[in-house]
Antibody, heavy 122, light 110 residues
Framework: EVQLLDSGGGLGQPGGSLRLSCAAS????????MSWVRQAPEKGLEWVSG????????YYADSVKGRFTISRDNSKNTLYLRMNSLRAEDTAVYYC???????????????WGQGTLVTVSS | QSVLTQPPSASGTPGQRVTISCSGS????????VNWYQQLPGTAPKLLIY???ERPSGVPDRFSGSKSGTSASLAITGLQSEDEADYYC???????????FGGGTKLTVL
């Protein structure tokens, strides 16, 4: 059974940093792309970043480019999102998603984590 | 303003057929496959349709997807109360080098 467990959310200061994690199990982690998708309170879904199965290819939404870094440790079956220079508008529930393919340039996410809430406020 | 355009709301009575549209452009829907997600209140999104018209195992055949040119549609037949949820379309955008979502459609079962 595929399971994705998001963690690391909490209160972050404007200009500060947080690191999110997504622990994966139930599939060959290195064979699939992974993504982060966020949802601000009472808003729709917004894709944040994607990474290939090998970790060699990454993509970012313009809204986070230069501030967020996606990475993965295939030996630990874990996906990460390093969030720097946090802004109030980064406040959202962050979901990790398992890609249906090895390549990250696809909107096919067949499994999702439960989400972790990030609140950016002083 | 979302790159993919969906109606903000849709509604139907039990047993009815409802369709939700998703309009894009040549850089997203026109050149890439469309996926649909269902988000029940208070839960994480769930894949409903992938590759334009494929259903993951466990998704009832009441749900179907189609794509034509730069638009896509989700159809739900035999509407049930448990179908009340938010529905999102998504596609890769070759110009933005990003996944783009529609703004979401809130489906109400009357």
């Amino acid at each position: 059974e595929v399971q994705l467990l998001d963690s690391g959310g909490g209160l972050g200061q404007p200009g500060g940093s947080l690191r999110l994690s997504c622990a994966a199990s139930g599939f060959t982690f290195s064979s699939y792309a992974m993504s982060w998708v966020r949802q601000a309170p009472e808003k729709g879904l917004e894709w944040v970043s994607g990474i290939s199965g090998s970790g060699g290819t990454t993509y970012y939404a313009d809204s986070v480019k230069g501030r967020f870094t996606i990475s993965r440790d295939n030996s630990k079956n874990t996906l990460y999102l390093r969030m720097n220079s946090l802004r109030a508008e980064d406040t959202a529930v962050y979901y990790c998603g398992k890609g249906g393919l090895a390549r990250p340039n696809s909107s096919w996410l067949d499994y999702w984590g439960q989400g972790t809430l990030v609140t950016v406020s002083s | 303003q979302s790159v993919l355009t969906q109606p903000p709301s849709a509604s139907g009575t039990p047993g009815q057929r409802v369709t939700i549209s998703c309009s894009g452009s040549s850089s997203n829907i026109g050149g890439n496959t469309v996926n649909w997600y269902q988000q029940l209140p208070g839960t994480a999104p769930k894949l409903l349709i992938y590759s334009n018209n494929e259903r993951p195992s466990g998704v009832p055949d009441r749900f179907s997807g189609s794509k034509s040119g730069t638009s896509a549609s989700l159809a739900i037949t035999g509407l049930q109360s448990e179908d009340e949820a938010d529905y999102y379309c998504a596609a890769w955008d070759d110009s933005l080098n990003a996944v783009v979502f529609g703004g979401g459609t809130k489906l109400t079962v009357l």
